[in-house]
């Protein structure tokens, strides 16, 4: 497809690859010529402020022609079932908002890169995200956008390309809950829930430590199984950082961790989950990736930061810097939806050095600590959660990524009825 604009931006050049090549499998140029334009034969558009002929036109506003960054007035219409933004005014237009600018606006984050309230991780919040306000977080909106712009140009809204896929992730905080910790963290823990007159977790603690019971956390096997009954490619995101207030890992020195992960690594994919304290810190990062890549003998391409901390684009650029490929980070701890309004992976664009980059940006919709923890859900209601979600992604072909953690899967405490409600789940989005 030949496409007329009035230059050619980076901004332009990376939202329309991902529209076209990735979403919809369609080659493209640019021309600014309109000769050559006009005497094209083959598939054409336009894309500006007016269209040359007759030829499929899309209006657009000034946002991909730009470099700044600075507030946006979104002004969300009705379209379709749900809502758009960045309106045009043009009879001609092919989409009666700006298609493409309102991809850019989502994929890019270019609402997390202005002032807002973050949360006490220092998180860019879901309620800061004009999705939540519109109430359309649990919809691929760019998606179904997307789809509908095909539809309008008379092309596939599905190539053979496209297919629905279901990516399980397991993160990997701490591997056990009382195996392997070490003399002075049992011991500290033993105090604390005797001074808690908490007798019911010293008997568990003693069931595991003295081989009456099986770890809590240690739910592996458990995974395996479902892996080899559903033929699934999980990924592991394995915490290498050393113990801290919010990282309460098994050290990488221990043996028994370092065959866990070799063991892990035999049957799936593994990569960083970079500790809560390594989010300012690109010396210790870079530690951790390095332990991991030890313990593996391969190099780490895969990475979800721990506690979903991150801050853009400083995060993505110390991943860039590491040689970090694909990044599952994208998504929210306290919401369920599409942070990124998209179901699509996508490479990171850094607004700040206005460039493409080649980390690819895998958004997850679902994180079980989320309906659990911040929802409040019961193991029925998270269900219907997430198959509703499921069937969103469905519907555009996309990609399902689950976010579970191995202590879940364990169905001790607070997770009881967990790993039965997972195995439902993967019936489901098999």
Not at 294 to 319: A, G
Request: glycine share 6%; hydrophobic share 35%; with cysteine.
């Amino acid at each position: 497809m030949l496409i007329l604009v009035p230059r050619i931006t980076n901004r332009l050049h990376y939202t329309f690859d991902f529209v076209f090549r990735t979403m919809l499998g369609v080659t493209f140029q640019f021309t600014t010529d309109t000769n050559q334009f006009r005497d094209y034969e083959g598939p054409k558009m336009s894309y500006g402020d007016t269209p040359l002929w007759d030829e499929p036109f899309q209006k657009s506003v000034k946002l991909l022609f730009e470099r700044d960054i600075y507030e946006q007035d979104l002004k969300p219409i009705d379209f379709l079932d749900g809502k758009a933004f960045f309106p045009v005014y043009s009879h001609r237009s092919l989409m009666p908002f700006d298609v493409f600018s309102a991809t850019f606006f989502l994929i890019s984050r270019y609402e997390e890169y202005l002032p807002q309230i973050r949360d006490q991780y220092g998180r860019f919040t879901p309620e800061s995200s004009c999705l939540f306000r519109l109430g359309l977080l649990t919809k691929p909106l760019v998606d179904v956008w997307v789809q509908e712009l095909a539809k309008r140009l008379r092309l596939d809204p599905f190539p053979a390309t496209r297919k629905y896929h279901f990516q399980p992730t397991y993160d990997v905080d701490a591997a056990w809950a009382y195996l392997h910790k070490g003399v002075l963290r049992t011991v500290g823990a033993y105090a604390r829930d005797l001074m808690a007159g908490d007798m019911e977790e010293v008997r568990r603690r003693n069931q595991v430590l003295f081989k009456h019971g099986r770890d809590p956390f240690d739910s592996f096997d458990f995974q395996l199984q479902l892996q080899e009954a559903f033929h699934l490619k999980p990924i592991y995101f394995i915490h290498c950082g050393d113990y801290d207030t919010n990282d309460k890992s098994i050290s990488i020195r221990k043996d028994a961790f370092r065959k866990l992960i070799k063991h892990l690594g035999d049957y799936a994919d593994v990569g960083i989950h970079p500790s809560f304290s390594s989010y300012l810190d690109p010396v210790r990062l870079r530690m951790e990736v390095e332990r991991l890549s030890e313990v593996l003998n391969r190099e780490i391409t895969k990475s979800r930061q721990h506690f979903l901390r991150m801050t853009l684009p400083r995060t993505y650029q110390r991943l860039i810097e590491l040689d970090i490929q694909d990044d599952y980070t994208m998504g929210y701890a306290s919401q369920v939806g599409f942070r990124a309004g998209t179901a699509t992976a996508f490479r990171f664009y850094d607004l700040d050095n206005d460039i493409a980059t080649s980390l690819t940006i895998h958004p997850f919709a679902v994180m079980d600590g989320t309906l659990r923890d911040y929802l409040n859900l019961s193991v029925n209601g998270a269900y219907d959660v997430i198959s509703k979600v499921v069937d969103e992604v469905r519907k555009v072909k996309g990609t399902f990524v689950y976010l579970t953690h191995n202590e879940t899967l364990g169905g001790q405490k607070r997770w009881q009825g967990w790993p039965e409600m997972y195995r439902k789940i993967l019936e489901n989005c098999q």
